[in-house]
């Protein structure tokens, strides 16, 4: 909840209202979020479950005093949420009504109708995706901007989009848009009207001010709706400047002259930034802001902006009055996101919070004490009862007053109510565990000292009574042994309900793609492409299968975190990334899956980008997969491989794996099928392990040495796999990389796969075709060979799916071109190397003889001298096999045993005796078969033989 309020609300005083079942409203008001989540908890744990609200915007006071007439007189009351007690604003926000009154106007039928039209309204209209709210009937949308806007300024913007929305013909409630005193729901409160949880259905990021406004006016102008926005204009124009301010909250400026000069001598990050042309658009806003706030804000503006590839001198000063309009000094902070070495060296460290104070002459900078409170007791919540407690069981059961199951039955002809326990069980659904194939029954159980719990029971317990009581007593629900008969037919009664109700719920086990890739799995939420999205409970299997699969922080603080790689020397660390997201639309390549093989020497950052791949859908360690020997089996492989699906794979430090185990397991993930898995009952399950991603593993060795020690001729499997030598950087410090790798991700991991599905899934048709064009344009461009396939696929899914993140801001400013073009410079390495260790079929004779020397025999034959009888020079220890005929150069090779040898070294003997033939190393004329040891006292019957000649395999037995 702390997140969704700092992403929406400004800082400072926040109110909170609650309904009451009287429909009373009451304010209250509180200095920070912290009170806010205290007060929320303090709800929750009241269990009356109130409707719960926050304005949307923060207050200048705790409370004002407003004049009221009461019975005629004006007296003087405190109130809170009053239009004149309003401060700051920090998103836009419209309320989308959902209703099955066909007569009601303004309304949608469904959620999901409503969520798909406002899909539509964004994307015809190049808007943002907002963060949608399920308000437990309607739904709620946020915009929310990356700083917060005063009121005076939030108003017109507010009232030009709620133009627009009109103009439109787009179906919202427009008293909501342009209220900055509006009241709405607080996620993980409920409803009253129905019970319903409001919940966060989608997140997205905080958008660019000047972006957001940049919509809203262009928007505006095309539907010739005047608005009251301040218009951008240039500062070079005659006229006194605007009276300055800054925003900057703990510094109290009495020398507003700030000199560029001065800063520039004094800040290393604005110095780089100059140095670089402000190379970036995030870098360009937070420098300007500094310019903006100095006594030459046009020339130092020009200044750093200068050196920039595509700089335009009108460009830059109208970028200039936007942020000279829209905001105050840049903070030290923001710098140090773009510069973190630089402020990390900065002797100002902490004795200063903006760069404009070092540019003051004899500047005096007050940093007020902040009131320091003492740390508030943690407030440890229970579980929160989301289940009524009121309820009515099944004849001929009955609850008790205050809590329990009574049961009628009849003693000496009269009816008595018995108590078969004490407290509350009733059921709650019925789910269906996709892998198990096994549907059970949630109950919602109160025990003693008002401690409850959700209790899962398969149904088949109903017929096992004993593990049945011994599951429930396991919960801590103790059933008296007298009473266990009527408590079976209690739980018989009420199942048999929930059955004739409704289906059971899904317990989603695998992630990735289902209903003929119209729905997305991550975890417990399903993404539909229509924009709809629903959540399931998680069958317990992912628990084991996928672990650490899950959300914690914030996902701006992961976006601004994975920057870490948007540095020189780190194309491959970010092709990762792009293929990582890739993986989940590389089925609609045809292929079911590829690796990427990391190889490099240690501190290259293996390792570190596995982690980062795995930040994107949970926690970046407990996700990374144990590669040795010891760390599973392949079977265990095809289980993980199977419940991951499209999801990336990434198996840390496979050096240490047998040559063969690394084979298959290269194979199977490019094959994308595993075994299928044995119910508890014996028989074969419906559910068969399958996958289609794109993979990683990373080792210090070469996957394609490894290959060949196993195998003469891995060039098939080889091709699967695409190789990247990862380079040692001396960008980053090690400290850095240690704070990235174990701070960074481990707090901030689960949100940018949510937020990617969001957008990406309704745009699955756009982005399936894309891809598809780019396999078809990289092929042509750089001569690909259908044996290169799956390296193209990766490729061409990193380059369509990384532009989405890019456009989306999860990879905001990656050279998303520049790396791709890179990847393809790849590939003529990985085809020399594989050339290089490939074995040509003259070297499988070769090979063949040179470990067979046992089976030879090698004479010499006169062919004129009819009375000679050759003699073996060398005669086979074993079986004879070859025999070579040295004064002819002929060799006679026993074909059975070769191609058994080619069977064994995993070479295609067809192709081999092709080769062979076309080379004419095998004498095509010759009939076929012939007696090994002719001639000699090994002599034989005849066998199915090779000839071949030594000289055409430049083969020498001397």
Request: aromatic residues 8%; contains cysteine.
């Amino acid at each position: 909840m702390r997140e969704f309020f700092e992403k929406i609300l400004p800082e400072g005083i926040l109110c909170i209202a609650t309904k009451d079942k009287t429909d009373k409203v009451k304010h209250h008001s509180y200095k920070d979020y912290k009170d806010v989540e205290a007060k929320l908890a303090t709800i929750n744990l009241a269990g009356d479950k109130p409707d719960v609200y926050f304005c949307v915007a923060s207050l200048s006071e705790l409370s004002i005093l407003v004049d009221k007439v009461d019975a005629g007189v004006t007296v003087k009351k405190r109130t809170i949420r009053s239009r004149r007690n309003i401060s700051q604003l920090k998103s836009l926000f419209v309320d989308l009504d959902v209703s099955t009154d066909p007569n009601k106007k303004g309304a949608y039928t469904s959620q999901r109708e409503a969520i798909k039209s406002l899909r539509n309204f964004c994307t015809d209209n190049e808007f943002p995706l907002p963060v949608l709210v399920s308000s437990g009937g309607g739904v709620h949308a946020y915009w929310p901007f990356r700083d917060a806007l005063d009121v005076a300024e939030w108003l017109p913007v507010a009232k030009a989009f709620k133009d627009i929305l009109v103009r439109k013909e787009f179906k919202f409630d427009p008293a909501v848009t342009s209220d900055c005193t509006r009241l709405l729901r607080v996620p993980g409160t409920f409803n009253s009207k129905n019970g319903n949880e409001v919940k966060i259905l989608e997140d997205a990021i905080p958008i660019d001010n000047d972006a957001l406004l940049d919509h809203v006016e262009r928007l505006s102008k095309s539907l010739g709706i005047v608005t009251d926005i301040p218009s951008v204009s240039t500062l070079d124009i005659p006229g006194q400047r605007p009276e300055r301010f800054c925003k900057t909250p703990d510094v109290e400026l009495k020398y507003p002259d700030s000199d560029f000069k001065k800063i520039l001598g004094q800040c290393e990050a604005i110095r780089l930034a100059k140095e670089s042309g402000c190379e970036g658009e995030p870098v360009w806003k937070d420098v300007l802001g500094v310019c903006a706030r100095t006594t030459t804000p046009e020339a130092s503006t020009i200044e750093v902006s200068e050196k920039h590839r595509n700089y335009n001198k009108d460009a830059a000063l109208a970028k200039l009055a936007q942020r000279y309009q829209s905001t105050g000094a840049t903070l030290c902070g923001s710098l140090a996101v773009h510069f973190p070495n630089a402020c990390k060296r900065c002797a100002h460290q902490g004795r200063i919070t903006s760069p404009i104070v070092l540019g003051f002459a004899n500047a005096i900078q007050i940093v007020p004490p902040k009131d320091v409170a003492p740390e508030e007791a943690s407030v440890k919540q229970k579980p929160v009862d989301r289940h009524a407690p009121e309820f009515e069981p099944l004849p001929p059961f009955h609850r008790k007053e205050g809590g329990g199951i009574m049961h009628k039955v009849k003693i000496d002809n009269t009816e008595k109510l018995l108590t078969l326990y004490e407290y509350d069980l009733y059921p709650v659904k019925r789910t269906y565990d996709e892998t198990s194939e096994v549907t059970s029954s949630e109950w919602y159980a109160a025990l003693p000292h008002k401690e409850h719990k959700i209790i899962r029971l398969k149904n088949s317990l109903i017929h096992e009574p004993k593990e049945l009581f011994k599951t429930l007593a396991d919960k801590g629900v103790m059933i008296k042994t007298r009473n266990k008969n009527s408590m079976i037919e209690y739980f018989d009664m009420y199942i048999q309900q929930l059955q004739s109700q409704k289906p059971p719920e899904i317990s989603l086990s695998r992630q990735g793609w289902r209903h003929g890739n119209n729905s997305f799995v991550l975890a417990d939420t399903i993404y539909h492409t229509d924009g709809y999205v629903e959540t399931h409970s998680m069958a317990k299997s992912v628990e084991n299968d996928i672990r650490g699969l899950g959300v914690k922080g914030s996902l701006r603080r992961w976006a601004d975190a994975i920057q870490f790689f948007n540095v020189a020397d780190h194309e491959a660390h970010r092709f990762c990334l792009y293929a990582a997201f890739g993986s989940l639309f590389f089925h609609t390549t045809g292929h079911k899956g590829a690796l990427i093989y990391l190889s490099g020497k240690s501190g290259c950052g293996k390792s570190t980008v596995q982690k980062a791949i795995n930040s994107i859908w949970g926690h970046p360690s407990e996700m990374l997969i144990n590669g040795t020997n010891s760390g599973m089996t392949i079977n265990a492989f095809y289980g993980i491989m199977s419940a991951y699906n499209n999801i990336p794979v990434c198996l840390d430090e496979v050096s240490n794996l047998r040559p063969d185990i690394f084979m298959d397991m290269a194979l199977a993930i490019s094959q994308g099928t595993g075994k299928r898995r044995s119910g508890q009952d014996g028989r074969l399950s419906q559910l068969i392990e399958n996958w289609a991603n794109v993979s990683f593993a990373s080792s210090n060795s070469d996957a394609y040495l490894t290959m060949a020690r196993e195998k003469d001729d891995y060039s098939a499997a080889a091709m699967r796999v695409f190789q990247i030598y990862m380079k040692v950087s001396k960008v980053h410090s090690k400290l850095e990389a240690d704070k990235f790798a174990n701070i960074d991700l481990p707090d901030n991991y689960g949100k940018a796969g949510r937020a990617f599905l969001g957008k990406a899934v309704p745009k699955y048709d756009a982005i399936r075709s894309a891809i598809l064009k780019e396999i078809d344009r990289l092929g042509s461009a750089y001569n690909v060979t259908s044996a290169e396939r799956f390296w193209i696929a990766i490729i061409a899914c990193a380059k369509v799916v990384g532009s989405v993140c890019r456009d989306i801001e999860l990879l905001k400013d990656f050279p998303v071109e520049r790396d791709i073009d890179w990847a393809m410079s790849q590939i003529a390495r990985l085809r020399e190397q594989i050339s290089d260790t490939a074995v040509s079929p003259k070297e499988v004779v070769v090979a063949y003889l040179n470990t067979h020397l046992d089976q030879m025999i090698i004479l010499n034959v006169s062919k004129g001298d009819t009375d000679y009888t050759p003699r073996p020079s060398v005669a086979p220890r074993v079986s004879l096999n070859i025999r070579y005929e040295k004064d002819a150069r002929v060799i006679y090779i026993n074909k059975n045993q070769f191609k058994m040898y080619c069977e064994e070294k995993g070479h295609n003997f067809a192709s081999v005796e092709y080769a062979l033939i076309q080379s004419r190393v095998i004498d095509a004329s010759f009939g076929g078969f012939k007696n090994l040891g002719s001639g000699t006292d090994y002599a034989t019957g005849n066998t199915r033989c090779y000839k071949m000649s030594a000289d055409k395999l430049e083969y020498d037995t001397d």
